[in-house]
């Protein structure tokens, strides 16, 4: 449905609403005419709502496709993620506290460790733990570039985010991991000229973080991936007039959130009891 005619739509109501979502819930029989996990499972709570409520099915793009979070996500709140594309970078920077405006550059980052010829070995870094990751990330934001501003901020493990702010930056970049150990990190790669200034500052970036990073144990190397903008999306109030909050844990979820234009709810915890 086009947001226009969702406004149309709109009705002044004094209810509140509990949207819930399982990210991940649904899977496939560990073998052929077996059942899922959820099949499996006991869950008499579910079971109680699926009887006493109204149920039904969505597609949140289409046919045949299985969708990341990020654009199953924003399908759920109402924007079509085929005509609004949105890349992992915008929503990791957002997730963790990093504003990324109009021309600007985010990138979602791994770190990863390279042998002594350059190549991966492990493209998670062997999943470094939180505590190590993050001071590595401190040593990143020392890195000066000539003409661009440059924010970075770890995730979680092994990820990171990377913001560049400069003049006449484009988005239109090819990710640089590989997707397989036993090969090298890419070199960035612009789709087209209006990107090539970016490609070639991040590519700067790449080589000054590799020095400071030679002498890591596990995260002796990176990788970009999700290269992009704030594409200015509708807020939740504006789609709906709603005034709409969001309780989650993980930095993706809260940058779609946010990119939405939902108040984020500070919490301590990672656990399904801490958020509730």
């Not at 109009?102 to 979602?108: F, L």
């Not at 973080?209 to 504006?238: I, M, Q, S, V, W």
């Amino acid at each position: 449905m086009e947001i226009e005619d969702l406004k149309s739509l709109l009705a002044p109501v004094n209810s509140k609403i509990v949207l819930l979502i399982m990210d991940g819930l649904g899977g496939l029989p560990m073998e052929p005419g077996g059942k899922t996990e959820l099949e499996t499972a006991k869950t008499p709570i579910m079971d109680q709502i699926a009887a006493e409520g109204i149920l039904g099915q969505s597609l949140p793009i289409g046919s045949g496709i299985t969708p990341g979070s990020g654009p199953a996500h924003l399908s759920l709140f109402g924007i079509d993620p085929v005509k609004t594309e949105v890349g992992r970078g915008v929503l990791e920077a957002f997730g963790v506290g990093v504003t990324v405006k109009k021309g600007d550059v985010a990138a979602r980052g791994n770190f990863c460790t390279l042998d002594s010829n350059g190549l991966i070995t492990d493209r998670r870094a062997g999943r470094i733990p939180s505590e190590e990751a993050a001071p590595i990330c401190e040593k990143l934001k020392t890195i000066k570039i000539p003409g661009v501003e440059i924010e970075v901020k770890h995730v979680k493990e092994y990820r990171f985010a990377v913001v560049m702010r400069g003049e006449g930056l484009s988005p239109d970049l090819e990710e640089t991991d590989p997707q397989r150990v036993g090969a090298a990190p890419l070199k960035v790669i612009a789709k087209n000229a209006a990107a090539q200034k970016a490609a070639n500052l991040y590519n700067q970036w790449i080589e000054e973080a590799h020095k400071l990073l030679k002498d890591e144990p596990k995260a002796n190397g990176l990788t970009l991936r999700g290269f992009a903008t704030d594409p200015g999306l509708p807020t939740y109030k504006e789609l709906y007039n709603l005034r709409a909050a969001c309780v989650a844990v993980y930095p993706m979820y809260r940058g779609v959130a946010q990119l939405v234009g939902m108040d984020l709810i500070k919490f301590t915890g990672e656990t399904p009891s801490d958020e509730f």
